[in-house]
Nanobody, 126 residues
Framework: QVQLVESGGGEVQAGGSLRLSCVAS????????MDWYRQAPGERREFVAR?????????????KYADSVRGRFTISGDDVKNTVYLQMDNLKPDDTAVYYC??????????????WGQGTQVTVSS
């Protein structure tokens, strides 16, 4: 049973910063990659950032970002803690959304499967 738990959301003024965390636990053989997505009210869920091979220390530098957040957000991981972070700087009102952590995890019994957290609310006020 794999579980992802996000934390760190909240309400900030435009230009402020937040740091989101996502902890993965359960029967994990290997985390292939972990993503952050977000969904604003009335909108579809959109990709934010990805880090590949979170549990392989030498691969932590493999990252991808949506154009809308590049230069403002930074994704990173901690192999020991099975945790991925999203440092969000210079936040804008358009960043307001529920942020979801997603992990593509290999388990011997199931192969590679996508898992999702329950989300954490980020609200950026003008």
């Amino acid at each position: 049973q794999v579980q992802l738990v996000e934390s760190g959301g909240g309400e900030v003024q435009a230009g402020g910063s937040l740091r989101l965390s996502c902890v993965a636990s359960g029967s994990i053989t290997k985390i292939n990659f972990m993503d952050w997505y977000r969904q604003a009210p009335g909108e579809r869920r959109e990709f934010v950032a990805r880090i590949s091979s979170v549990r392989s220390w030498t691969s932590l530098s493999s990252t991808k970002y949506a154009d809308s957040v590049r230069g403002r957000f930074t994704i990173s991981g901690d192999d020991v803690k099975n945790t991925v972070y999203l440092q969000m700087d210079n936040l804008k009102p358009d960043d307001t959304a529920v942020y979801y952590c997603s992990a593509n995890i290999y388990q011997y019994s199931t192969g590679s499967v996508d898992y999702w957290g329950q989300g954490t609310q980020v609200t950026v006020s003008s």
